[in-house]
């Protein structure tokens, strides 16, 4: 089987692809024919050497936590035969042709879903939906921020916080990105590199008193800006690192009532059952359209450098996917 690692910490030119034997199914599990790979910043912070939850460690480096595939073969109990459509998330070593993948994460991708739609769209919306509903219920009403609205997660978020009914002021980095924020459903959206005082037109959008609440996965780019439209008892939600991990703050110089949140996307008070139901309820709004999955580009394992560079320079929009 081929896989993508990388000897080394840095830049995308130490990914490669290898060879390596065919995993064996171990019991309460698969082993599954890799039909697309979802590529996450996160793997750009394991490539790098950054903290990036579980799946840091020395090298040689393994890539990739969620993709979908074909079962090709089935241990003792497992929850899937051969021949079954299937994905999963946070499953370390996800960028390859061939996976094992145990039951506990393991997702029924239901016909009329594409493996490109359940990979691209199982992770991030499960990401999106335990902040919208889970974390932090949007409300009816509700001033909503969302960085990074036209990619990967922030689109999602935009997505399930409109359908709750929020008013969603998105802002994005570039102004080819306008357009995917406001099809996934934004009141207003805002070009960061078009908007002189960012703090001041969202301020201005959201009127009052401020925003009720601001979903940020930037981490130190944008959090001074984030925590400045808030209202009195409004939330700021923390759950990525994107332009680096926010520094150490004083809460005394912090806005008055301000709440500040930090949400683990997996929701680790959950249990089994929980995660499942979730999973099944997102791959329902995959199936059904109402959770729209954008696929960007997609490249072979080989290209997988290509595809970090891509990643990291903020030009793309959506998902993108390796296809072994």
Known sequence: MRFVTAWRH?????????ERPVPEPEPGGVVVEVKAAGLNLMDTYVR?????GPWVGDPPLSFGVDGAGVVAAAGEGAIAKPGDR???????GSYADTVAVPNDVLVPVPEGVSFEAAAGGLMQGMTAQYLTYVGVPVPEGAAVVVHSAGSGVGRMVTQLAARRGGRVIATVSRAHKAAAARQAGAWQVLVRDETGDLGAAIRELAGGSGADIAFDGTGKTLFDVSVSVLRVGGIFVTYGYAGGEIPPISLLHQPHGVHLVRIRPNGPEQTAAQWRERAGQVMGWIKDGSLDVLIDRTYPLEDAASAHRDLESQDTVGKLLLIP
């Open 10 to 18: 840095g830049s995308p030119d130490v990914l490669c692809v290898e």
């Open 48 to 52: 790098r050497g950054m903290h990036a």
């Open 86 to 92: 299937v994905a999963w998330v946070g499953v370390a």
